[in-house]
Structures are given as structure tokens and as C-alpha cells.
């Protein structure tokens, strides 16, 4: 079935694990959960030998123990759960992961934009239904969050502050009173929310200031702040992960050096920090820098040398890949990239003669040249 979607969701790509994991779970579930929390701990992190399984679970998240355990419990009340955190450090995944866990469905998702209206969190009429039979729960088209209200299962929202502040005080209701009312019909016009409701939402700390949220919304969330992976072994594990996950879905055979993997995270750290001790932010790339984008860069250079190279990555198609990712903004990212790659990628080759380094100069210098 997942050959059949070019992205399955969590729940479907991890079927059999759920299954599994529900059979032998005997611990007690919050609401209509499927899993406990327990179980949903160990399928997002992976398990150890002295959980005592069978089998061994994959770990799927990496990040902070406690930061999967405060949403739990969080989602185990009666309070809505927010991750927020910098572009990239996977609050979606997260959220994803959470929601396949305990209600076996994670595509109950409004995304958060300019565009987003209230009938997207709430309702909306089939236009056709209702000028034959008029307005009825039948003509009615409910959102994903009214239709985890009515499953008592999780519904997310992604990039809240990213919609409006009528979008978001709509959900104040929601997240307090737990039901919504449809004053267009005289019956059946109340639509409560079963046991195990709850709404994850995630939002870009870089995003303040958009649409800020109110402190009467900010009360009806518990917040998880999700860092930046800065430990270099956790963000190796992650962009092996996923790029183990990227091979697998494109079919491919191919070999990840382990020191081009290292090149990759220095080159990040080192921009990081270069970012870090900049004045302005004509001297900081647009680029976040997130593990997210590490993973694009990897993913553009192994494709790339699958179709157009010799099936073999190479140091020069990742230092292109890298400045073709990261050079948004012209002339000023390229001037940035520029600055970097003669004042910390050139020191590192030259004690690195004939080796990587040195062909990662040599192929992002060729990216910029031919980007300037």
C-alpha cells in the first residue's frame, strides 16, 4: 500500500509496528487511545532492552526524552499541545508521530496561512446539497478538527501563527468549551467533542510577529519549545535516518561516505557559528540552517549524482548541492557563501591536501562562479 503514495503517513507506514505494539500492550490508555502513553514514548523513541520487548522498535524522532513526554502528558488532559520551535527541527514529525500513536490517523490537518478562514477549523456547506434539500448535518461539510471533535481523536494545525487572528480566537472556543455550535440549523446544531479530543499545533518561533497569538489562546495551549540540534552525533543520526528512509523510497543503492557526512555537518556547524557572530542580517544567510535543510542539501546531491553522476557522491556534487540550496538571496547569500568558502572552507583544505576538502573547495567555488 505505501508503494501506491508518493508519502505515506506515519500511521501507514508504521502499520505493523502499531499492530504489534497494540497487541501486547497492557498498560492503561487515557480516552480512546490506542496505545498508552508508555508505548507511545517507545514507538517515537525507540526501544531499549530493558523495555522488555520482543522485537526492537526503530527510533523515529531524535531529540530530548522529556520533550516527547511533555506532549503526552499533555495530550493525556485536557489542554491542547503547541510545538514551537526554528524551521527544521521537526515539530511536524513530531506531531505526526504523536498523532499516529494514539489515534491511528495523522492526516486530520489544517495548514495555517493568510488564507486559512474559520470554516477551515470549523464547517462549510456543499453549495449543491443545500440549494436541493437546504442546510442539514448532510449538506454540512465539517473540518478536520470538527471531525476529530466528533472521533474524539487528535486533530493538528499546522503554522498557526501563520493564520489569522479570527482563525485563532475560533479556536479558543474549541480548546475550551470543546464543542462547536452550527446556528444555521434548529436541530443537531451542537457538535461536541468526544473523550481523547485534543489539537496538536506547530508554530515557527521565527514567525513572531506575524500573527502573534493572544494570551487567551496561549492559555488554552501547553507550550514544548523544540532547540536546534546542535550535538553533532543526534544530527548525524537524523540525516542518516532520513536519507536511509530517501534511498529506500527511490529504490537506490548507494553509499554514504561517512566523511562526507562530516563535511556536511562541519560545514553547517561552521555557518552556524558565522551567523551567530554576525552584526546584521546582511551578513546572515536567509537560510536557517536546520537539520531540515541539511537533509535537502544530502537529498539534491544523491539524486543528483543518481541520474546525472556516476552513482557515487562525490564531495564536489554536495558542495554544489550546498550552495545551490543556500544562496536564496542574490548577490547577498552569494557573497556570504563567498566569504566562507575562502575564509573556512580554503583553511580546512589546505591541511586536507588531495583529500575531500579539497574537492569540496574546488566544486563550491564552480557553484558560486557560475551563480555570481
Avoid: C
Avoid at 122 to 140: D, F, L, T
Avoid at 313 to 338: K, M
Amino acid at each position: 500500500m505505501t508503494d501506491e503514495m508518493l508519502r505515506a503517513p506515519a500511521e501507514v507506514k508504521y502499520a505493523e509496528e502499531l499492530d504489534w505494539l497494540e497487541s501486547v500492550d497492557d498498560a492503561p490508555k487515557p480516552f480512546s487511545w490506542r496505545l498508552s502513553p508508555r508505548m507511545v514514548r517507545l514507538f517515537i523513541l525507540g526501544s531499549e532492552p530493558s523495555d522488555g520487548l520482543d522485537r526492537e522498535i526503530p527510533q523515529k524522532w531524535f531529540g530530548d526524552r522529556s520533550f516527547v513526554e511533555r506532549s503526552i502528558v499533555t495530550l493525556a488532559s485536557d489542554r491542547g499541545l503547541l510545538l514551537i520551535g526554528d524551521p527544521g527541527t521537526g515539530k511536524s514529525w513530531l506531531a505526526e508521530l504523536l498523532s499516529a500513536a494514539i489515534s491511528r490517523n495523522s492526516t486530520l490537518v489544517v495548514q495555517g496561512t493568510a488564507g486559512t478562514t474559520e470554516d477551515h477549523i470549523k464547517y462549510s456547506w456543499n453549495v449543491s446539497m443545500v440549494i436541493a434539500k437546504g442546510q442539514s448535518r448532510e449538506s454540512m461539510i465539517p473540518s478536520p478538527i470538527m471531525t476529530a471533535m466528533e472521533r474524539g481523536v487528535i486533530g493538528r494545525f499546522e503554522e498557526l501563527t501563520r493564520s489569522t487572528s479570527d482563525v485563532q480566537d475560533a479556536l479558543i472556543s474549541i480548546l475550551s468549551e470543546k464543542y462547536v455550535s452550527i446556528p444555521e440549523l434548529d436541530d443537531d446544531n451542537i457538535v461536541f467533542a468526544q473523550p481523547g479530543f485534543s489539537i496538536i499545533a506547530t508554530a515557527n518561533s521565527r514567525d513572531r510577529g506575524v500573527n502573534d497569538l493572544s494570551s487567551a489562546l496561549k492559555r488554552r495551549f501547553n507550550f514544548v519549545r523544540i532547540p536546534v540540534v546542535t550535538n553533532k552525533r543526534s544530527e548525524a543520526e537524523i540525516v542518516r535516518f532520513r536519507t536511509t528512509e530517501l534511498l529506500k523510497r527511490h529504490q537506490m543503492e548507494l553509499e554514504l561516505p561517512p566523511t562526507l557526512l562530516d563535511i556536511l555537518l562541519q560545514s553547517f556547524a561552521d555557518l552556524r557559528a558565522a551567523a551567530a557572530s554576525a552584526t546584521s542580517d546582511d551578513e546572515r544567510l536567509e537560510s536557517a540552517l536546520s537539520t531540515a535543510e541539511q537533509i535537502g542539501v544530502l537529498e539534491d546531491a544523491i539524486l543528483h549524482s543518481q541520474f546525472f553522476g556516476d552513482r557515487t557522491l562525490r564531495a564536489g556534487t554536495l558542495a554544489g548541492s550546498l550552495v545551490g540550496s543556500l544562496a536564496r538571496r542574490t548577490p547577498e547569500d552569494l557573497a556570504i557563501l563567498n566569504k566562507f568558502w575562502h575564509g573556512v572552507i580554503e583553511p580546512r583544505s589546505k591541511k586536507d591536501e588531495d583529500g575531500p576538502w579539497t574537492e569540496f573547495l574546488d566544486g563550491g567555488r564552480e557553484a558560486i562562479a557560475k551563480l555570481s
